[in-house]
């Protein structure tokens, strides 16, 4: 079992930056792919960025490639989302979420999930 909570959305002007957190329960954080995924008001819940278990492969949306950038810090069972250049379209709610296996973009691919942090971004 792992318990995952997320922190760090605000509102932001775009082009700013935030840094998104996500503090996992456990001693088997390691052992697990993470993934951020975000949702805006009437959408469904859209892929964002995964990592795998050692940092050492990562993957990204086209809308969010270049400007934002997953890791994680095992001894520290937190995975971060450091968001550069935000624009209005990445207003969501994000979620953190945590699976035996790297690479799935879609939400059924992973086990855990936090709560969400809101994000918003204002022109």
């Known amino acids: 079992q792992v318990q995952l909570v997320e922190s760090g959305g605000g509102l932001v002007q775009a082009g700013g930056s935030l840094r998104l957190s996500c503090a996992a329960s456990?001693?088997?954080?390691?052992?697990?792919?993470m993934c951020w995924f975000r949702q805006a008001p009437g959408k469904g819940r859209e892929f964002v960025a995964a990592i795998n278990w050692s940092g050492g492969r990562t993957l990204y949306a086209d809308s969010v490639k270049g400007r934002f950038t997953i890791s994680r810090d095992n001894a520290k069972n937190t995975v971060y989302l450091q968001m550069n250049s935000l624009k209005p379209e990445d207003t969501a709610v994000y979620y953190c979420g945590a699976g035996r296996s790297f690479g799935s973009t879609y939400p059924g691919g992973y086990d855990y999930w936090g709560q969400g942090t809101q994000v918003t971004v204002s022109s």
């Open positions: 456990g001693r088997t954080f390691s052992t697990y792919a």
